[in-house]
């Protein structure tokens, strides 16, 4: 079963940090650049970042650069999202996503608010 599963959102203070996690499960995880998008309330699905199949190669919004750090480890299907200098606009879901596959998590919450 094809399967993406993020965790690791809550609520943080302004200029907090949180690191978001996704575990994926029934393909060939290495094969596939990952990405992580957000929908905050009332928002488009955004693109935050992305990271190549190796881990060698990442992108990001403007939103998040020099705040956000997009990860893999291949040998454990995972991919990280470390998230530094919050800020309330960072409120949203946010989903993990293989660049190419037609598969969503349910996505974790991330609440940036005093």
């Known amino acids: 079963q094809v399967q993406l599963v993020e965790s690791g959102g809550g609520l943080v203070q302004p200029g907090g940090s949180l690191r978001l996690s996704c575990a994926a499960s029934?393909?060939?995880?290495?094969?596939?650049?990952m990405r992580w998008y957000r929908q905050g309330p009332g928002k488009e699905r955004e693109l935050v970042a992305h990271?190549?199949?190796?881990?060698?190669?990442?992108t990001y919004a403007d939103s998040v650069k020099g705040r956000f750090t997009i990860s893999r480890d291949n040998a454990k299907n995972m991919v990280y999202l470390q998230m530094n200098t919050l800020k309330p606009d960072d409120t949203a879901v946010y989903y993990c996503?293989?660049?190419?596959?037609?598969?969503w998590g349910q996505g974790t919450q991330v609440t940036v608010s005093s």
């Open positions: 996503k293989a660049s190419g596959l037609v598969l």
């Open positions: 029934g393909f060939t995880f290495s094969r596939y650049a």
């Open positions: 990271i190549t199949t190796a881990g060698t190669g990442t």
